[in-house]
């Protein structure tokens, strides 16, 4: 949710209203968009939905 609401500038409410799927799909279109747009010549980023949960509480 961070992740959609850092990059779009919307509140925590308005990304709960979006559907689990589509949240995915929202993370994958920026991630995507960004490694367009930063590419790395010595490293491939990864995409957010690439990572590994760290265990939020």
């Known amino acids: 949710m961070a992740f959609i609401s850092y990059y779009f500038h919307w ?20 991630s995507s968009i960004n490694m367009s747009l930063n590419p790395s010549e010595s490293s491939r980023e990864k995409s957010i939905l690439d990572m590994k949960p760290t265990g939020f509480r």
Request: proline share 0%; glycine share 0%; net charge neutral.
């Open 11 to 30: 509140s925590e409410e308005e990304v709960l209203k979006i559907e689990h799927v589509r949240r995915r799909r929202w993370c994958s279109e920026i």
